[in-house]
């Protein structure tokens, strides 16, 4: 199994550009987070979705940031236009919720850096 | 909204020592699900243990422990015969029954001397 897969696994841009995150979820799984990390702000969910429809975007910091699902193997979170406190480590986990299991599966991560 | 409280931002253990790493949590829920994940300089966020909350038995995965306390609503992990490869930042975190998503702790980052 490759877990989930992100892509780039590291990205310098400079601010005002449009950046895009990608995401391979595991194959099979139902549930697709994308998270976001900063020293300030410690690990903060940004929107999930299942069986490919957004759920909860109640994280998503402004009108900046969207993400699609546009199949179950595949996630995007866009930025734009960046900006430099957009500045941190992005994760991709996904999920698959049967019976009483509860786990989420996380990606390496894409770390950001807007200039 | 529930909140996951990690009070100690760093603890250091010696190589084969017991270490435990504190989380509170508030919720008004009876059945959620914690966790604590691990994640080292990699940055990669692995899973270290799980406990269901309506089950009293504390969880265990070989040399990780929980000590789960509901009504005082605490979920403490031990980390037996510390080992070098287990310094990492570790994440205390909260899910609710049917909410799917993750509440985690600020962190705790563990250091391991030889």
Redesign the interface.
């Known amino acids: 199994d490759a877990g989930v897969i992100q892509s780039p696994r590291h990205e310098v841009t400079e601010m005002g550009q449009e950046v895009t995150l990608r995401c391979k979820p595991i194959s099979g799984h139902d549930y697709l987070f994308w998270y976001r990390q900063t020293m300030m702000r410690g690990l903060e969910l940004l929107i999930y979705f299942n069986n490919n429809v957004p759920i909860d975007d109640s994280g998503m910091p402004e009108d900046r940031f969207s993400a699609k699902m546009p199949n179950a193997s595949f996630s995007t979170l866009k930025i734009q236009p960046s900006e430099p406190r957009d500045s941190a480590v992005y994760f991709c986990a996904s999920s698959l919720h049967r019976g009483l299991l509860h786990e989420q599966f996380f990606g390496p991560g894409t770390r950001l850096t807007v200039l | 909204a529930q909140t996951v409280t990690q009070s100690q931002p760093e603890m250091s253990v010696q190589e084969a020592e017991t270490v435990t790493l504190s989380c509170t949590y508030d919720t008004s829920e009876s059945d959620y699900?914690l966790?604590w994940?691990k994640q080292p300089p990699?940055?990669?966020?692995?899973?270290v243990i799980?406990q269901?909350a309506y089950k009293q038995q504390n969880a265990t995965e070989n040399r990780f422990s929980v000590n789960f306390q509901k009504a005082a609503k605490s979920f403490s992990l031990k980390i037996s015969d510390s080992q070098l490869g287990d310094a990492a930042m570790y994440?205390c975190a909260f899910?609710g029954q049917g909410a799917?998503?993750?509440?985690?702790?600020?962190?705790t980052r563990l250091t391991i001397n030889p």
């Open positions: 699900y966790f994940y990699s940055r990669q966020m692995i899973l799980r269901e994440f899910e799917q998503k993750l509440v985690f702790g600020q962190g």
